[in-house]
């Protein structure tokens, strides 16, 4: 079975870019998650779709950062405009309603 | 609030030693679950266990156990004879379980570097 899938692995862009993360979950998962992991820290929830709706974002900054989940499948997290601070690893986990979230290799993302 | 405190930021060991990882957590909840994931070098969080808050039976897993202690709200991680590849940065979460897709609260983690 295919686990989480992200892409890019790694982006570098100036403050004030703009830059967008593509995550697939594993095939059948309803609940997908977007986390944000700075250095040296625990990720944490940016936001979580039940298939294409939104179910947690309180933690998103959503002056700058928004994410869609269309067709209740891949999801798009863009960051617009990127500050020096959202400098971290964007994770992507699915999971199939049963607690255990399977995590994705991640994006690390660096704002200079 | 929920809450996990992973006390020890970093440990090192030199390999074949036990080495155990701390875990605290808070929570109002009655019903609730715990998990340990495992994060290497290459930066992917790799899900170890998963323990519902109705079972406080010890869980092994080869070198691997864990203990879970609901009287000092603690879930604590042993690796037995430890090896190189058990190097990596450990974290502790806990979820409510009140719905079908809850959050995690992820712990600060825990740096684990085994000495050859």
């Known amino acids: 079975e295919a686990g989480v899938a992200q892409s890019p692995r790694y982006k570098i862009i100036e403050k004030r870019q703009s830059v967008a993360f593509w995550c697939n979950p594993i095939?059948?998962?309803?609940?997908l998650y977007w986390y944000q992991q700075i250095l040296g820290q625990g990720p944490k929830l940016l936001i979580q779709f039940q298939n294409n709706g939104v179910v947690d974002d309180s933690q998103l900054p959503k002056d700058r950062f928004s994410a869609e989940r269309l067709k209740g499948v891949d999801s798009t997290l863009k960051i617009q405009p990127a500050k020096l601070e959202d400098s971290a690893v964007y994770l992507c986990?699915?999971?199939?309603?049963?607690?255990?979230?399977?995590f994705g290799p991640g994006t690390r993302l660096l704002v200079l | 609030a929920q809450k996990v405190t992973q006390a020890q930021t970093e440990i090192s060991v030199v390999e074949k030693e036990d080495v155990t990882l701390d875990c605290v957590y808070e929570?109002?909840?009655?019903?609730?679950?715990l998990f340990w994931y495992k994060q290497p070098p290459s930066g992917e969080l790799v899900f170890l266990i998963r323990r519902n808050s109705f079972d406080e039976q010890n869980e092994i897993s080869g070198r691997y156990s864990w203990n879970f202690q609901k009287s000092t709200s603690s879930f604590n991680f042993t690796i037995t004879a430890s090896q190189v590849v058990d190097s990596a940065v450990y974290f502790c979460a806990l979820s409510e379980a009140r719905s079908s897709a809850s959050k995690i609260i992820f712990g600060s983690g825990t740096r684990l570097s085994i000495r050859p």
């Open positions: 095939s059948g998962h309803a609940t």
């Open positions: 986990a699915s999971s199939l309603g049963e607690q255990t979230q399977y």
């Open positions: 929570t109002r909840d009655t019903t609730y679950y």
